[in-house]
């Protein structure tokens, strides 16, 4: 950039009559001959000399709008202090990019399960209300008693095991619903979502486990009470076909 200088202080600039010419064909042309030029070298630092050219990599300086550290600061001077490991190049701090899609479709048809936030309220609305009338009102029962997440890190999962009435071969869905608490609205923080996501998405797995094994204590108590039935009906046609062998009054 070229520039131009004036031989008063920054305040007398507007009062240095001598130098009036100049600006008027700064102004008008872009070019004076009228004032003294400065050597092309690049941008003058303020503090190391004229011409100077500064080759610095330039680095955020109003740490109140770089991105803060996931760890709440600890002591005052942290609230304003810079993140070092933030000023270094992108490429040494590149990590893999979260993809996300948006699909615009039934939740009756998703497979997966699905993760809800709560914040706190007395009444389930919009997607809550929706899948709670997929639940039998499941999701509502627990707001009423108490037992529903509200608080950051609360959670609760609600398998699904409502058969279509239509086809009661296909499999219910969405196969769960986790439930995850936001707090208040206008409180949540990035590291009070990632706690509880991360809660929720770790209670699936023990709660799919659970509604295995009662699966599995269903289907043998019910064959436990088949065979018991069948050996009392053997038992009862056994005697019956003793007693036909041996006639009456033997």
């Known amino acids: 950039m070229r520039t131009w200088k004036v031989d008063v202080v920054h305040g007398d600039l507007a009062d240095a009559k001598d130098a009036f010419e100049g600006y008027v064909e700064l102004l008008t042309r872009g070019d004076t001959s009228k004032l003294e030029a400065l050597p092309e070298a690049g941008f003058a630092v303020r503090g190391v000399g004229v011409g100077v050219a500064a080759h610095t990599a330039l680095v955020p300086s109003r740490p109140s709008r770089t991105l803060r550290s996931a760890e709440p600061p600890a002591v005052q001077r942290d609230i304003f202090a810079v993140d070092a490991g933030r000023a270094a190049p992108a490429a040494a701090r590149a990590v893999p990019q979260l993809r996300i899609s948006v699909v615009n479709g039934n939740l009756k048809f998703v497979r997966q399960p699905l993760m809800l936030g709560h914040y706190l309220s007395l009444k389930l609305t919009g997607t809550e209300a929706a899948m709670d009338r997929l639940l039998d009102q499941a999701m509502s029962e627990s707001l009423g008693t108490g037992l529903y997440p509200s608080a950051v890190g609360s959670h609760q999962v609600f398998l699904n095991t409502r058969r279509n009435p239509d086809d009661p071969f296909v499999l219910p869905r969405p196969e769960a619903v986790i439930v995850v608490g936001l707090g208040e609205e206008g409180t949540l923080r990035t590291t009070d979502l990632t706690q509880t996501v991360r809660q929720g998405r770790a209670r699936l797995c023990p709660a799919r486990e659970r509604?295995?094994?009662?699966?599995?204590?269903?289907?043998?108590?019910?064959?436990?009470?088949?065979?018991?039935?069948?050996?009392?009906?053997?038992?009862?046609?056994?005697?019956?076909?003793?007693?036909?062998?041996?006639?009456?009054?033997?």
């Open 211 to 250: 509604a295995r094994r009662r699966r599995a204590d269903q289907l043998r108590v019910g064959s436990d009470v088949d065979r018991h039935r069948r050996y009392r009906c053997a038992r009862r046609h056994g005697g019956a076909s003793h007693r036909a062998r041996r006639g009456p009054g033997e």
